[in-house]
């Protein structure tokens, strides 16, 4: 039954990253969590607190290293994805640990990779193990091939279709 649900993600070493605080749990598949917010508080770890600014529908994926944010703007939907470990959920939350790699996929095709020298930096510092980083680079492999060929969840008519679901069911409560 879809709820609201919050969202923590962490680093390495086990420390709070970021905390989402009102996700819409639409979706508990074998493969992923999918969630859709308006304005969602933001919480970070040195306890600044912000907005999202646009509406959003994310999806979690419970067995690969990644996770998707597909932000609705007026000129489209732009897909953030994060280099994740598999979320989980525990105590009533979606977590994951974010591993600092991302991309993004804009509606012309465009893809960017963000954030290698903070990766690159956490890789030194939290001493990921050769396994881990043999997992980051097979998912960063992963990830760069379903944007180029906007694979599942990488569908701007499912992003919007799901949340037009999200905001059929939240204004029914």
């Given at each position: 039954?879809?709820?609201?649900?919050?969202?923590?993600?962490?680093?390495?070493?086990?420390?709070?990253?970021?905390?989402?605080?009102?996700n819409?749990?639409?979706?508990?598949n074998?493969?992923?969590?999918?969630?859709?917010?308006?304005?969602?508080?933001?919480?970070?770890?040195?306890?600044?607190?912000?907005?999202?600014?646009?509406?959003?529908?994310?999806?979690?994926?419970?067995?690969?290293?990644?996770?998707?944010?597909?932000?609705?703007?007026?000129?489209?939907?732009?897909?953030?994805?994060?280099?994740?470990?598999?979320?989980?959920?525990?105590?009533?939350?979606?977590?994951y640990?974010?591993?600092?790699?991302?991309?993004?996929?804009?509606?012309?095709?465009?893809?960017?990779?963000?954030?290698?020298?903070?990766?690159?930096?956490?890789?030194?510092?939290?001493?990921?193990?050769?396994?881990?980083?043999?997992?980051?680079?097979?998912?960063?492999?992963?990830?760069?091939?379903?944007?180029?060929?906007?694979?599942y969840?990488?569908?701007?008519?499912?992003?919007n279709?799901?949340?037009?679901?999200?905001?059929?069911?939240?204004?029914?409560?």
């Open positions: 039954m879809p709820h609201w649900i919050k969202v923590q993600s962490y680093k390495h070493d086990g420390s709070l990253h970021r905390c989402w605080e009102s819409f749990l639409l979706d508990d074998d493969a992923f969590f999918i969630t859709a917010s308006t304005r969602t508080r933001v919480v970070e770890s040195d306890g600044r607190r912000w907005f999202s600014k646009e509406p959003a529908v994310s999806f979690f994926s419970k067995n690969d290293w990644y996770n998707v944010i597909a932000m609705l703007k007026d000129g489209g939907v732009i897909f953030y994805v994060n280099l994740a470990s598999p979320t989980m959920m525990s105590e009533g939350m979606l977590r640990i974010d591993y600092d790699l991302d991309f993004k996929l804009f509606p012309d095709g465009t893809i960017l990779t963000l954030d290698e020298g903070e990766h690159e930096r956490h890789k030194r510092k939290y001493q990921y193990p050769p396994a881990l980083v043999k997992a980051i680079e097979l998912a960063t492999k992963d990830v760069l091939k379903r944007l180029e060929r906007r694979d969840p990488f569908d701007e008519r499912l992003v279709d799901l949340y037009k679901e999200f905001l059929a069911v939240r204004d029914r409560k």
